[in-house]
């Protein structure tokens, strides 16, 4: 057995240099290689060759390559394993002539791993196109595993060098990210990723290796358990994200994985290294978001069970700053609970998007995050003082003093600004000339029901129903459904809600539906076309919705109508549900609303034959923008381009408004854009009196109505939109800045 060969070579005290040469010699033997060779990265982000069998003895120490150079700078810049058959026409290869490796076709190669940190990298060479299959990977993973060590023990290069190979300034820096959760925090970093430490990586029992991972596990469970009992996480999808981490403790695939490498001579702990490096070497490439969510999860598991098998404490030890602001590559949502609260301010993750558990978690607790950010663990280091503005989207690190004082006024100003907001809860959001608008608010997880009553809003104008079904692993039963949105009733006690019907497709993937594989997403098969190809589906939320209201009113709203037919056919699958409850006796819905989503550009010129079939009509200026500039709303770069107040779009809502509302029909806006105090300004006076919006937009919106007078605004704009072509932007904030509207 290699492992053991290793450990007897190891063990004989030999020099190291000698023992790198010996673990050569085996590797190439043990492999049927030509070549095996260890390089190991030096200050300066350069990898030099330590020791080779089989390539050019004098290139020892000579051959010195950047991190992604070649085809083993490529491999430790990704730290992931290559395996090719034909090595030189990978575009990455880079040949040096002082090795004479010329005539070796294929090349298979492991990065050297400690703690997520790439220390070397350990490759095998042959002459013939040789295919390396999955077994030999994970041989040289391994191997590359029992040499981390080495070099972690400074036998190789020495323990300053390697604590300095990321190379970190020590100057302020702005990092930019995506906004995972909204608010601005202030804290003194602390670094998540545990850097878990593996002393021992061959096992001298496995039985009892075997029986240490048992006891970990159940430990483990032990954990989960308890957050699950804690009080906030009783309800909600929050509690659901923890039980499908659950899951995977008890997932049986998993669990074999690890007996397996344990059964060949690892480590409790290597072995738990081990299944998570190969599922990561898997899946890792992978951009289905559902299985990045899973290996983040067992990312969590992963560490949650070294931390137990090596002994040693989370973040929750002492010692921890009473502001902290965690910064991980990743992190799952069991990980996020294990920080103390009461001193938790934000966090910051390499990657991450706005849908991922730990952001899911994060939003119940209110703490700011700021995703995506890039190698932002490399560039922080522990204790530095660190700014997650979650509503710009952006990390300062190590921030000037006076960048810091302008922060701690920013919150100061924010909670303020919340406190002003709270005291006009109770107001009416009427104009000062008594036109009283509709505020609604827009939501998608039990969670932010919580702002209704905060707000004091009017109802839900837009409940994206999608979100639960997101974060599950398999489609919600009728059952689940009902439950969920009669909460939502319940909550808002009697305050009119509007259910939007699944909205998936493209991005928004549903891990138990085959992948979409769209070229254009946001034009593709999503939202209601799914709906009316796969009618089961939507029938079963359509019963779900009637199901919880029970008699109550309801509200339905179809996204993403293109045609007039398509809502004539989501309705008919709505009366078929209703004839069933009908003859099952449930009590039919005391008001029964049905609305569409005006998003799709082409509905304007529909308006005459599809009015007498709505009871409201719904524009999604998100999606509305994006189709009428075809500029696609994810993309930075054009997303910013096209200006909500140009006349391009308020002629058009002018004109849609002006068709639907004399139909005796309600429009409402619940895009982004009606939560802008000027855009919402410019709605108002186009006629629009129902806004639907993220919670905290209520406030500043019903501040800027109640000092408006609608008349004035009304004639302004009117006029303002005569003009050439040019956004109101400007025009407006002049008239706002006139007339004491507050924006
Ligand atoms: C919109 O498109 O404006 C909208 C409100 O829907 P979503 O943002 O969920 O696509
Ligand atoms: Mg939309």
Redesign the pocket.
Known sequence: MLLKRLRDTMARGVSAEETLAEVVRLVANEMVAEVCSIYILRAGEVLELFATQGLNPSAVHRTRLRVGEGLVGDIAAHGRPLALADAQSHPQFAYRPETGEEVFHSLAGVPILRAGRVLGVLVVQNRTRRQYDEEEVETLQTIAMVLAEMVAAGRLVSPNEVQQVDGIGLLPLRVDGVQLTSGVAIGRAVLHEPRIVIQRVVAEDVGAEQERFEEALASVREDVDRMLEAHDMQSGEHREVLETFRMFVDDRGWRERVREAIASGLTAEAGVQRAFDDVRTRLGQSTDPYIRERLSDLQDLTNRLLLRLTGRTNGESGGQPEDMVVIARDMGPAELLDYDRSRLRGVVLEEGSALSHVAIVARALDIPVVGRAPSVLSRVEPGDTIVVDGDSAQVLVRPSEDVVQTIYAAIDARAERRRKYAALRDLPPATRDQARVGLYM?AGLLIDMQHLEETGADGIG?Y?TEIPFMVRSEFPDVEAQAWLYSRVLDIADGRPVTFRTL?VGGDKVLPYVDAFGDENPAMGWRAIRIGLDRPAMLRRQLRAMLQAANGRPLSIMF?MIADVSELLAARRLLELELDRARRRGLPEPERLRVGI?F?VPALAWQLDSLLPHVDFVSV?????MQFLFAADRGNARVSARYDTLSPALLRLLHFVVEKVRPAGVEITV???MAGRPVEALALLAIGVRTLSMSPGAIGPVKAMIRSLDLTEASAFVSSALTQPDRPLRETLRLFAADHAVEI
Do not use: A, Q, S, V
């Open positions: 827009n837009l994206r909205d996204p989503m998003e999604g200026t998100n999606d509305l619940c895009g982004e």
